[in-house]
């Protein structure tokens, strides 16, 4: 169960610092992971120049690799940027997007798991389970199976690469190998707001940025603002269109009572 | 005239089967489109890299290939999946942005209707004027004439091109070359939303991959869909940004009585 | 001061004349710049390609050369397109994303002024004094003090360039490095809201394209209406997400009666 007092604690944090969250994401996401956190209180920036990369991922508090949109060119500037901060003691996000459509997406994934090693690894059921088991086949972007079919893939995987891993869908999982805690929040209409699942990476970002020693614990504050955010904002929402509206401003506006009082495990 | 149970049963099927849709587009549509296409209940996918295209348009319902921001790599890879998507049958719909407005626009729009041979071609007024008479000039990405204008150059470009081409405008008009067809909703605030024209196009991706056997039915749907939730949205908006989230609110929540009731043709 | 019957006249003309403005700008603000271009009344355009940058920027009424998400072909492109927009006459206005963060950023927006001249540069604080000093940190793209601390830097960047300056912050300072002249609207949770500077470079883009003679004035004007727009959406909004719907639509619905009535300097 999530600690609370460590939960206030590191929100605030995220609200005082501002920490400066690096992202190497995809076009359809950028715009809304921007949003969603500046509307939490930290500084994003997105760049993916080869040569600015590493400068920017070492000034960076973390840096959020997301192959949504992969080509050649960013695959290179993200394993820079991802060496860079690795050697620079990290935090590293890996949100392997669509990985199980297309062999290329899951070479890459393992191209930068194994050049970069990632502090924490976020992905939908499809894509955890199609990192483990190449023969896995996912349906684009979108999950074809459930959250809870996936728990074993993501303890395995946590075991085989050294990370954090977070499995996010109707019930997100955290683990790390060993201990699996659970988020129940959220709402059947997240999945219709495109990109969501991005900014959940983004989120775990600057969350993990203010909480470097504890990626574990950062990872399950971060999924629970997600969840409570937008579980706030689907109860004021008319369809998937207000709901994106309603998410940024509750994040904005969340307070730590909200926070306990809408907390589900 | 529209045949309403079809139409119905279309609309539906996208519901259901929730096709997924590729979509090789412009940067500034991406995120727009791919919150329609999750709003209508598709599945769309953002993709361009060059060694992954054609298993991805294979994989999909429907290729819809947008030259809004193209480059020279962009090129190349809509042409790859277009390639493979027209050996696998199709559906592709190409949105020819911009064209007029330079003269490398033009050339590579004809350069993809030779290569790909798209099912649908879905444009302004001014482009698909322009793609016909290499001689007119439009203004930028903006129609600089009442899509009227332009319906002989649409049957013309169809016959040409073997593809359903709808031009779309104040009245949309839809043909085979031989059939015209119109839809008449809508609101004036509409082209004043970024990208909704290259929505349009994704639109039309989602109808086709479910009724992929009559294209010029499957258009004629798309349009009607966006036409009537643009007008529904338009009541309730105070301005293009309202009209933006009223309008992917109204995607979700469309039900088929409203279609029936809409519809203006 | 401003003159009002400049002001009114400028913004009339935006509206009615529907300026192009072509933007090479990043991808996170290339759907809210279009946005809000079209909200005010103008025609934006996106276009990156070499082939076509110089045929886009010479048709278009301003060109917007923004280096936020910045890499090598990019500034090919932005170099081409600002020879070209130069040698016709201009205007350009450039907006150094991030210079500072990385010294790959001061360099490039330095080569681009030097081979293109620009008519106008806007940045926040940070971005202004570390053009001028190379030795000025800032941390990512948000500034990390006060544009009343710019003032000083602005004078003397515009007297080393021959540009116009625009610090964009609390207060908007606009110098061609004699006059110095204030916009006090807006609100402090603009900020809050990703690309609301690049924003600002696409509006004073629209009103340096109808007022090319006099990029001063323009440029007031521009952050005017932008300070404006934005203090009235923050009275109604409940977060950064409303604020940014509400700014599109008080964009769209601005009078001249609420410019001069809520204009503060």
């Known amino acids: 169960m999530i600690n609370h007092k460590h939960f206030l604690a590191n929100f605030r944090a995220v609200r005082e610092q501002s920490p400066l969250v690096h992202n190497i994401t995809n076009y359809v996401a950028m715009n809304f992971s921007a949003n969603a956190l500046l509307?939490?209180?930290?500084?994003?920036?997105?760049?993916?120049?080869?040569?600015?990369?590493?400068?920017?991922?070492q000034l960076a508090g973390a840096l959020v690799i997301n192959i949504g949109t992969l080509d050649e060119k960013w695959i290179e500037s993200m394993i820079i940027a991802g060496k860079a901060k690795q050697q620079a003691g990290g935090p590293i996000v890996l949100d392997p997007?669509?990985?199980?459509?297309?062999?290329?997406?899951?070479?890459?994934?393992?191209?930068?798991i194994e050049a970069c090693h990632p502090t924490i690894i976020r992905g939908n059921a499809s894509e955890i389970m199609a990192l483990l088991h190449a023969d896995v086949k996912s349906k684009g972007v979108d999950s074809s199976c459930s959250s809870t079919d996936a728990v074993d893939s993501a303890k395995k995987l946590a075991e085989r690469t050294g990370a954090v891993v977070v499995v996010s869908g109707e019930v997100d999982y955290i683990t790390d190998g060993k201990q699996v805690e659970t988020i129940r929040n959220g709402s059947a209409m997240m999945p219709r707001v495109t990109a969501m699942g991005c900014t959940a990476s983004s989120m775990i970002g600057a969350f993990v940025a203010v909480h470097a020693h504890n990626p574990f614990e950062a990872s399950l504050h971060a999924m629970a603002v997600m969840g409570i955010a937008g579980e706030m904002a689907a109860q004021q929402a008319k369809g998937p269109g207000s709901l994106l509206t309603h998410f940024i401003d509750t994040l904005y506006t969340l307070t730590e009572t909200q926070l306990i009082d809408t907390l589900k495990q």
Do not use: C, F
């Open 39 to 57: 509307a939490i209180g930290a500084s994003p920036v997105m760049a993916h120049a080869a040569p600015e990369v590493a400068d920017m991922a």
């Open 97 to 112: 997007v669509g990985v199980g459509a297309t062999a290329y997406r899951t070479q890459t994934a393992w191209q930068i």
